[in-house]
């Protein structure tokens, strides 16, 4: 983690320790400069960083200013950090299916930019919340970069796991999304029944350098498909 990430992190604890509100005004850049002993660009690429996560705001001429937090459980559509992440304040479980090296379907090998005989962890999990099935969830990990995992880990946060256990930096992703119908064994997986409605989200994750690393398919139960989505640009 860079020094600005860091003090991005530490922010965002005072915001939420101090129960900062929709808002509520922080220190100013001097007095940020100050306290965490660095320069303008570090707290000026800190308080950039969250902006783009929606946990703050800045007025030119007035200050830094709390953003709007999202609703207990909401998770963040748009999200690269995991469920751990985005879904804090709930027990979150996992019941493993599937976890085995195989080669990649074509659909993955493409959005992995690998090869038909490359190797890829396969790994089909259901992910509770509190609980409750929240969704089914299909990824392929390029073993070249996800070097090791097992069933203890994949019960567990991978990201995390990415993070701190093998110390790769997980950057940008891209999201497609869209609403459909179960089949049969999703709704087996969903406790629901077949034809019920569905929210489907393919996500392709990368590391900071623009290495691709998982291709994930996630099924919701369309009881739980609870999301929101912060934008910090104008719309066109």
């Known amino acids: 983690m860079t020094k600005y990430q860091q003090i991005a992190a530490e922010i965002e604890m ?49 200050g830094i200013f709390v953003r709007r937090q999202k609703r207990k459980g909401y998770r963040g559509l748009l999200s690269n950090q995991g469920f751990k992440k985005e879904i804090e304040g709930v027990h979150l479980t996992s019941k493993v299916i599937e976890l085995e090296v195989m080669k990649p379907t074509k659909e993955a090998a493409n959005h992995l930019n690998i090869g038909p005989d490359d190797d890829v962890y396969y790994v089909k999990r259901v992910r509770y919340m509190n609980g409750q099935t929240l969704c089914l969830e299909e990824s392929y990990y390029k073993k070249s970069i996800i070097t090791y995992l097992n069933k203890e880990i994949v019960s567990e946060s991978i990201f995390d796991y990415i993070q701190k256990g093998l110390g790769l930096k997980i950057g940008f992703s891209d999201v ?18 077949s034809e019920a409605p569905a929210f489907y989200v393919e996500s392709i994750f990368h590391l900071t350098n623009g290495q691709p690393f998982d291709f994930s ?10 999301f929101f989505v912060q934008t910090n640009s104008h719309f066109f």
């Open 176 to 193: 497609y999304l869209h609403a459909g119908k179960l089949k049969e064994e999703e709704a087996k997986h969903l406790c629901l029944e």
């Open 217 to 226: 398919k996630v099924t919701y139960h369309y009881e739980q498909s609870q």
């Open 14 to 62: 005072y915001i939420e320790e101090n129960a900062l509100q929709q808002g509520d005004k922080l220190p100013v850049l001097e007095a940020l400069m100050a306290h965490f002993n660095v320069s303008k660009s570090t707290v000026t690429k800190a308080l950039d960083l969250l902006e783009k996560k929606g946990a703050v705001f800045q007025v030119r001429g007035s």
